[in-house]
């Protein structure tokens, strides 16, 4: 668990949280948002709100579907708020996206800031504090950038000293330090020296008014609220393990509570970190970190000796020869590889890290202490993590793990080590679930066919509560839905008819539609291949043409299309969910193929093995219900207010010829929808003015 909160003396126990009570009465028909703050009285919202103030009272685990437009961000914010408050414990929320983030924090806190503010019998709960958990690591701090400044010559080469200064001159204006706010980005063979990443910055050694970690520190032990996102928190949880928690109630911090927003994505995120990750370029940057010896630079330059640094370069050497016989021997032919049996490589490295360790232990061990002893044991702990995971790797010997190697970077030339359990459910069982202390997951789409047991079962919750409100959106009224029934179905044999029918289809439905659209693929490959074929008609057209992996990020390129008004934006697995853009500007969404994620990736690969020795099917257990939780996020780009209207185009006839295409139908807002074909399309599909 974090140590952010330093208070351990015993306190008399909270008066009974108001919560529930409080809820009721600001949620009601009629009531403090209805009447008070003339907000649309909304049932669903109610019940929501209703049900995750008991759950939160109760310290019990709740997963709540909400359909888009219920407004659950204030359902679970309000009630979390007063819990907090009333309890003097503090409530997580944890997202997925940037996107959802940055709502809550400029958009949804403020409204429940003049909500509280609105009613006299609400008033002690307006000035709640907030904050945002970011990584130690994009944080600056003051005593290592004073120590790199006084150490520079030990640590830096000539034209690194510029950039060490821009960064100090930085520095000496800004308010949180926080690496992002600095432009162009910070070199990170420089920060990686500067940052409080280290045991260096600590209450012991910095100044809690100066250090700007130590001020964040300050803010999150005062918040009621604290915003984090699903990778941080599980990179968090599986650092610190369930034993250094024992029997304390919380998650991250003492006494806290939690609500993962977006929780559809929650078992994706938390199996990619309940496990283990080590690659060549970290490997590399760790030991020269301690000693390059090209430059002649690092930590062993200024606490260590000829002996200490011959050792660096030994690993260095060692490290070298271990990557690159994994790079050459066995990420030949593929970029991703699983293993299954012990012994792929020679632990070449496993002896000259054994030697580094015990050769800085002892060089620790001479200083006196201070910031460099301090700097000296935790690289030790990083050499050591990094033998162990190592060990682990090679030994092959956790059956409820997978193996795999990756080759990664511009040049594909980063070899990573990786692990990951095959159940995630146990792990977030114990991390999360067996806490002692509400965790409610909420999303738009956590069921699948109107059920919700088989996401209770992926996450380890089979005992917890559960519940599913409707989106209040006029669908049958807002939303049209075309299916196309002639485009070849993607086989190999008619890749390249598939794709022909793709262009002339898109090229079609965008142009007849005034607003924007959101075209959703399956591929990269085939989004390339489309919008080659493409750009020139958008140009033509006037249609502004957005596509992912070019210049900008999706925050970006979801704001630019927002702006352009009749954009046209092609986006591949990020796009599917997160992308909020209301009104005209996103009128249409183009499925291209159903989302089904090939069972070819080490981890998709061995849990269908893993349900197939079960006496279960992979496809129906696994490929298929991911495939329809991905069609429905697709889908829920596109209303995304009550006066939102649009088209859904779906250009994948699976889901007309396959017998488990129904499901897909089943699962759209509303049952009509008109078939297509490429001879008839003019009159099958009229133009559609967004504008109404």
């Not at 002690?124 to 790199?148: E, H, I, M, Q, W």
Request: charged residues 25%.
């Amino acid at each position: 668990m974090i140590g952010i909160r330093d208070d351990t003396d015993s306190a008399p126990p909270p008066p009974p949280s108001r919560a529930p009570a409080l809820a009721a009465r600001i949620f009601a028909e009629g009531g403090w948002l209805h009447d008070g703050l003339q907000l649309e009285h909304r049932p669903q919202q109610e019940q929501m709100a209703r049900t995750v103030a008991a759950a939160m009272k109760a310290d019990e685990a709740l997963l709540f579907e909400a359909g888009t437009g219920v407004g659950k961000s204030l359902a679970y914010l309000l009630p979390g708020l007063i819990h907090a408050i009333d309890q003097s414990r503090q409530l997580i929320v944890s997202t997925h996206t940037i996107s959802l983030q940055e709502q809550i924090e400029t958009k949804d806190l403020p409204l429940c800031r003049r909500v509280f503010r609105s009613r006299p019998e609400l008033a002690a709960y307006a000035d709640f504090k907030s904050a945002v958990l970011v990584g130690k690591g994009n944080y600056l701090c003051p005593t290592r950038l004073a120590a790199a400044l006084r150490d520079r010559q030990e640590l830096f080469a000539t034209p690194e000293h510029s950039e060490l200064q821009r960064i100090a001159t930085w520095a000496a204006t800004s308010t949180d330090g926080l690496r992002h706010e600095l432009s162009p980005a910070p070199a990170p063979e420089v920060w990686e020296w500067v940052n409080a990443d280290s045991s260096a910055c600590s209450r012991k050694h910095c100044d809690g008014e100066r250090c700007f970690y130590q001020r964040a520190r300050g803010r999150l032990r005062q918040a009621q609220v604290i915003i984090v996102n699903h990778s941080l928190l599980f990179a968090h949880l599986n650092a610190s393990g369930a034993a250094e928690k024992g029997g304390t109630r919380g998650v991250l911090f003492p006494d806290d509570f939690v609500v993962l927003d977006e929780g559809h994505t929650v078992p994706e995120v938390a199996t990619d970190h309940f496990g283990l990750r080590l690659s060549s370029y970290g490997t590399e940057r760790m030991l020269k970190y301690l000693y390059n010896p090209k430059t002649r630079r690092g930590l062993l330059a200024k606490h260590g000796g000829p002996v200490e640094q011959q050792l660096v370069a030994d690993a260095l050497d060692a490290a070298e020869q271990f990557f690159g016989f994994l790079r050459d021997r066995l990420l030949d032919k593929h970029a991703l590889v699983r293993v299954r049996d012990a012994g792929a490589c020679e632990p070449w490295l496993d002896g000259p890290l054994l030697a580094l360790i015990k050769a800085v232990s002892t060089r620790a061990d001479q200083l006196d202490e201070g910031p460099a002893r301090d700097e000296l044991l935790e690289q030790r702990g990083r050499l050591q993590s990094c033998q162990t995971s190592l060990r682990q790797w090679l030994e092959v010997a956790d059956p409820k793990f997978v193996y795999w190697l990756e080759r990664t970077g511009r040049r594909h030339s980063i070899v990573t080590l990786r692990t990951a359990p095959i159940d995630v459910a146990p792990y977030l069982r114990e991390e999360l679930l067996a806490r002692h202390t509400s965790v409610v997951f909420t999303s738009a789409t956590l069921a699948v066919g109107g059920h919700i047991e088989p996401f209770q079962e992926r996450v380890g919750a089979e005992s917890a509560r559960t519940a599913i409100v409707h989106s209040p959106f006029d669908y049958a009224r807002n939303m049209r839905v075309y299916v196309a029934a002639d485009v070849p179905l993607p086989t190999a044999q008619g890749a390249k008819l598939a794709i022909a029918a793709l262009v002339d289809y898109i090229r079609f439905c965008t142009l007849r539609v005034s607003g924007g659209s959101l075209v959703l693929f399956t591929s990269y490959h085939d989004m390339r291949q489309v919008a080659d074929a493409l750009a020139g008609d958008f140009a033509a057209a006037q249609r502004p043409f957005f596509m992912q992996g070019l210049d900008f990020s999706r925050t970006e390129l979801t704001r630019r299309l927002q702006a352009a008004g009749n954009g046209v934006l092609f986006g591949t697995d990020s796009f599917w969910a997160g992308v909020d853009v209301p009104g005209p500007s996103l009128s249409q969404v183009i499925i291209t193929r159903l989302p089904f994620d090939p069972p070819t990736h080490p981890v998709a690969e061995a849990k269908g093995e893993w349900i197939r020795d079960r006496g279960g099917s992979p496809f129906n257990e696994l490929t298929l219900p991911d495939a329809l939780i991905k069609f429905r996020q697709g889908v829920g780009r596109l209303i995304r207010s009550a006066t939102d209207r649009g088209i859904i185009t779906i250009l994948d006839s699976r889901i007309l010829a396959k017998t488990y295409g129904q499901l897909f139908l089943d699962s759209l807002p509303h049952s009509q929808f008109t078939k297509l074909t490429l001879e008839l399309r003019n009159e099958q599909f009229p133009p559609f003015d967004s504008r109404g």
